[in-house]
């Protein structure tokens, strides 16, 4: 049998993308030179990649952007939502240019490059999303490398070696390690972001933080909350012995059902307290775990800022900011749980509360960032249930 032919990239390319499928896709990279392996998704904001790209929840992601002029503000120190970015690599249409913006400090590929990250340019990212929304969101490896030199089965080898993000606990991974107070309020043009101002005073949230993303605690503190952080790890005891008046549940990446091996027990004492609580994305997922309802992989996941869903008490529709890869099974919700919210895209749950105590939680991003702010008096909601 005659040997397999080298695959070799086309004259100027220096990045490619490899999925699991075989499929070659060939760019120009930027950032990092390397390999990054994980599954590939597309987000279709127009706006706000630097806080994507810190977005915990993107952990183990490569995120194809659907609008084609990405860096084209730059980058700058204050629109990030964790201290580094926590997707794998970025891919998009057009190539890098001098930002122009009078925030940025540095150029996009700069600061992917300064924080290992790798990108991929001149990819149709038309063509791969609307593979995405046909075929799922596959596993793939992205990679850079300057003289245009990729061993192409070994890309690929390692793209079908990936075991996907079904099963995988990420929360872990990103959490932090010891309990934190949370300083500062949201961010103003010429004032950057406000302190936290007479915290004694205030009702306290403690937060369980499965991966999340600094702008809830900016909206908390808006709200008139004292917030402390405690890791995914925390115990239940461990919360409580914080005296919370109300408890949050953070957003995050990776499998519910993993992280839940560890996070639903907690969750159960928690409810068993009588203490109001509220949930974000995975933690949104998480309560329902903890009630009895289940959860399962999407198909292609909601990644957006332009998500409408319905609020079902009123009829009222939400534009909102999701970002998540399952979903909570409605028909699962137990009796004490009733659905509030549902996604105007595909039927899917979008919220619950619970019937006989103070629990509610959402799948969207009621904090954007980026996004609409259709959903900010959610955090009006809890906290002000906290002094009712």
């Known amino acids: 049998m005659a040997d397999a032919k080298p695959i070799s990239a086309p004259e100027g390319a220096t990045g490619v993308l490899v999925l699991a499928s075989g499929d070659v896709l060939w760019g120009r990279g930027f950032g990092i030179e390397g390999a990054a392996v994980g599954e590939v998704c597309f987000h279709t904001a127009m706006t706000g990649y630097q806080e994507i790209m810190t977005d915990p929840s993107f952990a183990g992601q490569i995120i194809t952007f659907t609008f084609p002029h990405i860096g084209n503000v730059g980058a700058n120190p204050d629109d990030i939502e964790a201290d580094e970015p926590h997707a794998l690599g970025m891919i998009v249409r057009e190539d890098v240019t001098e930002p122009s913006n009078f925030r940025s400090v540095e150029r996009l590929d700069d600061w992917m490059r300064r924080h290992n990250r790798i ?52 929360a ?20 950057g972001y406000a302190e936290s101002a007479g915290e004694d005073a205030r009702p306290h949230v403690v937060a369980i933080d499965y991966g999340s993303k600094h702008n809830i605690f900016r909206n908390l503190v808006a709200a008139g909350a004292k917030v402390s952080v405690v890791p995914a790890t925390a115990t239940a005891a461990d919360v409580m012995a914080l005296a919370p008046d109300g408890i949050f ?79 909570v ?20 749950n979008a919220g619950l509360e619970l019937t006989d105590r103070p629990v509610f939680s959402v799948q969207y991003h009621p904090e954007a960032s980026p996004g609409p702010q259709d959903s900010l008096y959610l955090f009006e909601k809890f906290v002000g249930s906290l002094t009712a």
Not at 165 to 170: N, S, T, W
Not at 172 to 180: K, L, N, S, Y
Not at 282 to 291: I, N, P, T
Not at 329 to 348: C, I, M, Q, R, Y
């Open 119 to 170: 990108g991929l340019a001149g990819i149709d990212t038309r063509a791969l999303t609307k593979r995405i929304r046909a075929g799922g969101a596959p596993n793939g490896v992205i990679a850079h490398d300057a003289d245009g030199v990729f061993d192409i089965p070994a890309l690929l080898a390692q793209a079908q070696g990936w075991p996907g993000l079904e099963g995988m606990d990420l």
């Open 172 to 191: 872990i991974e990103v959490t932090r390690e010891t309990h934190g107070g949370w300083e500062g309020g949201l961010w103003r043009l010429g004032f």
């Open 249 to 327: 549940l953070s957003n995050g990446p990776g499998d519910p059902a993993a992280t839940g091996a560890y996070a639903v027990p907690v969750i159960r004492d928690l409810l068993e307290t009588g203490k109001p609580l509220f949930g974000i994305c995975l933690g949104h997922q998480l309560l329902a775990l903890a009630v009895g309802a289940e959860t399962s992989k999407m198909f292609q996941g909601h990644r957006g800022a332009n998500h409408p869903v319905q609020r079902l008490s009123d009829g009222v529709v939400e534009i909102t900011s999701m970002n998540h890869g399952f979903s």
């Open 329 to 348: 099974l409605s028909e699962t919700l137990p009796a004490n749980a009733k659905a509030t919210h549902v996604s105007l895209f595909d039927g899917s």
